[in-house]
């Protein structure tokens, strides 16, 4: 029954999400035929202000790309947006999400950089974050289970979708009106993170049983009313009692499984070769679509070997316990799709694809602290090579990408070990899904605002320039 109500929830949530990608799309629909009306009849139409309107929402930016770079100085813009940077990247990392809904507001109003450098110095903030947090849970292991906290079957098998979804979402950055991604955004973020909450409202209840029972056991054993000690959630629907692996360290030799991580570097190598191979082509030339459809087998390829190992079972996702050991066709296609999902959202709006793996990782049943680590160690390989492509591009100063990287890489290491802490002495695992929540919903916040705010600039400034021509046009 828990097995049934675990699919629909999936299932809902798939439909939802795809729902509002249909609606994106008819809307896209809609706005080009409108669009070609107004070119082939423009003398019928000039005094329709609401095609007018149409017409000009669905235009993108039609000058040139002009960055905007402010001096490096110590001043108060600086402070602040380091403040609010380490801030941002510590609760990121601790939910594993990177933070991007944070970075790019903070670099944009606070800092002073243009969209395209804030989101490239994003991603270098992202990246060091990430890296950080994949260094520090090296050593990790499983709260419940005896593996590493990293889930790498579970990172290879959505892994090399994102990367393809990220792809894909930059071509639909192209293809979406601004104001279509702002209300994507801001519809996908506050419902990811109202799920996220309520995930961990009950993950709480449940902890909350496990120290009562915890409690009334020392009880029992006339071991005095002492702290209760720590015991996590159990991994899976298993009946053995949990063991606490939560202090526990080995060296990373013994905790990295080598052959799941080279065979997610060959998928970061080959997709940053042909994305830069893609830059000294002719775009729309077939070279570039051929080099474009090559990431398709490249990333379906490995997903699929890690797919049907998970199938036959020679390989299993141990970190849900006894439900990664039996796998369907369409539980595998759900991941999978779910991995270009997050890519698609992660490549539209400028951010890491924490934001859907997070929550989905929670709903199947990962417990939150590999749920965290595992995403952000999928973050990882999409953020540095977003990274790369950007520095090749020369799309962000290199001394305030250090900075920034700098302080993001400082801020995630110790935000892992501040709520580690605080996770063995309150036994409060959902403290991370609580966390989580809280980042997704603030960054629906500030970028939903900063969207908002350039589209109503952009209609005045519109305005303001169709007067203007109207008066030389009457002069």
Not at 88 to 112: D, E, H, N, T
Not at 242 to 250: G, M, W
Not at 331 to 349: D, E, M, P, S
């Amino acid at each position: 029954m828990a097995q049934f109500g675990l699919k629909r929830s999936v299932l809902r949530s798939i439909m939802l999400n795809f729902l509002n990608f249909g609606l994106a799309f008819m809307l896209i629909s809609a706005e080009r035929s409108l669009k070609h009306g107004e070119s082939t009849k423009e003398s019928e139409t000039n005094n329709n202000f609401f095609l007018k309107a149409i017409n000009f929402l669905w235009q993108s930016d039609e000058s040139g790309y002009q960055h905007v770079w402010p001096e490096m100085e110590f001043n108060w813009q600086i402070v602040l947006g380091s403040i609010i940077g380490f801030f941002g990247a510590a609760f990121g990392s601790v939910g594993g999400v990177g933070g991007g809904g944070i970075f790019v507001p903070m670099l944009s109003l606070i800092i002073g950089f243009d969209a395209k450098s804030a989101t490239a110095i994003s991603k270098c903030m992202i990246m060091g974050a990430a890296a950080s947090t994949v260094y520090y849970n090296l050593k990790l292991r499983h709260p419940t289970i005896d593996m590493p906290i990293i889930d790498y079957d579970l990172a290879l098998l959505i892994q090399p979708m994102l990367m393809l979804g990220i792809s894909l979402g930059v071509a639909f950055n192209v293809i979406f009106a601004d104001w279509m991604v702002t209300i994507l955004l801001i519809i996908l973020f506050i419902g990811t993170s109202t799920k996220a909450f309520f995930k961990g409202v009950e993950t709480w209840k449940k902890e909350t049983i496990l120290k009562k029972e915890a409690a009334r056991r020392l009880v029992s054993n006339d071991a005095g009313s002492g702290d209760v000690e720590y015991k996590p959630l159990p991994g899976g629907p298993n009946s053995d009692p949990p063991r606490d692996n939560t202090d526990k360290e080995i060296t990373v030799w013994e905790n990295v499984c080598w052959k799941e991580f080279g065979l997610l570097c060959f998928v970061w190598v080959a997709f940053l070769a042909l994305q830069i191979s893609k830059n000294y082509t002719t775009t729309c030339s077939v070279a570039y679509w051929v080099l474009n459809l090559l990431q398709i087998p490249v990333s379906v390829g490995v997903s699929l070997y890690e797919a049907v190992g998970l199938y036959r079972g020679w390989r299993v996702i141990a970190s849900k316990g006894d439900q990664g050991t039996n796998w369907r066709v369409h539980q595998l296609a759900t991941y999978c799709a779910f991995g270009v999902l997050a890519g698609i959202v992660g490549g539209l709006l400028g951010l890491g694809g924490g934001f859907i793996m997070g929550p989905l990782f929670l709903e199947l049943g990962v417990p939150p602290q590999v749920s965290s680590a595992t995403a952000t160690f999928a973050m990882t390989f999409s953020s540095s090579m977003s990274v790369v492509e950007y520095y090749l591009l020369k799309r962000f100063p290199v001394p305030y990408a250090l900075y920034f990287t700098a302080v993001a890489t400082v801020a995630a290491f110790i935000g892992q070990h501040v709520v580690r802490r605080l996770i063995i002495v309150f036994g409060r695992a959902s403290l991370i899904i609580f966390i989580l929540a809280f980042t997704i919903f603030v960054s629906a916040i500030s970028l939903g605002g900063v969207g908002i705010s350039s589209m109503i600039g952009k209609i005045e400034r519109k305005e303001y320039m169709g007067f203007e021509n109207l008066c030389k046009y009457e002069g």
